[in-house]
């Protein structure tokens, strides 16, 4: 079998199918249960005799059309749930980042290097990434901070603090 990509169309609906019956970790359910309210049926369980189907096939139209009722009536319900265990797993998520960030206390007068953003032209792998040496000025909100070279001229913008590092003669 060659692979050539030029019938991707064709794969594309089983791609989907896939993509919308399998359960997400943060939802604990599946964007086909949300939208629809019930349960995907795999195309070979329709093929194959299966119970629910079976099942809805013998109601009559109007026991049908009630239990599809209840079904639908419940999907807030269900979207409900959804929306509590993402919540539960984005707080889970940000517990689990805060553990990793180290907080950055800076002084005023505090020496600095600053990161080289983009060079002009490749240097090698043995270029200096860090330029300068600066002192803070300002110690602003956030992560920014006021700089200044050593000549004691000011820079007038802040820059974030991810882009220097600490200078230890």
Same mark, same amino acid.
């Given at each position: 079998?060659?692979?050539?990509?030029?019938?991707?169309? #064709?794969?594309?609906?089983?791609?989907?199918?896939?993509?919308?019956?399998? @359960?997400?970790?943060?939802?604990?359910?599946?964007?086909?249960?949300?939208?629809?309210?019930?349960?995907?049926?795999?195309?070979?369980?329709?093929? &194959?005799?299966?119970?629910? &189907?079976? +099942?809805?096939?013998? %109601?009559?139209?109007?026991?049908?059309?009630?239990?599809? /009722?209840?079904? !639908?009536?419940? !999907?807030?319900?269900?979207?409900? $749930? $959804? $929306?509590?265990?993402?919540?539960?797993?984005? +707080?889970?998520? @940000?517990?689990?980042?805060?553990?990793?960030?180290?907080?950055?206390?800076?002084? !005023?007068?505090?020496?600095? %290097?600053?990161? !080289?953003?983009?060079? *002009?032209?490749?240097?090698?792998?043995?270029?200096?990434?860090? +330029?300068?040496?600066?002192?803070?000025?300002?110690?602003?909100?956030?992560?920014?901070?006021?700089?200044? #070279?050593? *000549?004691?001229?000011?820079?007038?913008?802040?820059?974030?603090? *991810?882009? &220097?590092?600490? /200078?230890?003669?």
């Amino acid at each position: 079998m060659t692979d050539n990509h030029k019938g991707w169309h #064709e794969k594309l609906p089983y791609a989907l199918l896939g993509y919308r019956t399998t @359960e997400r970790t943060s939802t604990v359910a599946t964007p086909y249960l949300l939208v629809y309210g019930t349960k995907a049926v795999i195309p070979t369980k329709v093929e &194959i005799p299966f119970l629910r &189907i079976v +099942q809805e096939v013998e %109601l009559d139209n109007a026991e049908w059309v009630r239990a599809r /009722y209840e079904k !639908i009536s419940l !999907i807030n319900e269900k979207r409900m $749930v $959804v $929306v509590c265990h993402g919540q539960l797993y984005q +707080q889970r998520m @940000e517990r689990a980042f805060n553990k990793q960030v180290k907080t950055r206390l800076f002084q !005023i007068g505090q020496m600095m %290097l600053k990161r !080289i953003p983009h060079q *002009d032209e490749y240097k090698g792998k043995f270029a200096t990434n860090w +330029q300068g040496l600066y002192v803070v000025r300002k110690v602003l909100f956030g992560e920014a901070i006021g700089l200044a #070279e050593m *000549d004691r001229q000011e820079w007038l913008k802040p820059i974030n603090s *991810d882009t &220097i590092k600490g /200078y230890y003669a």
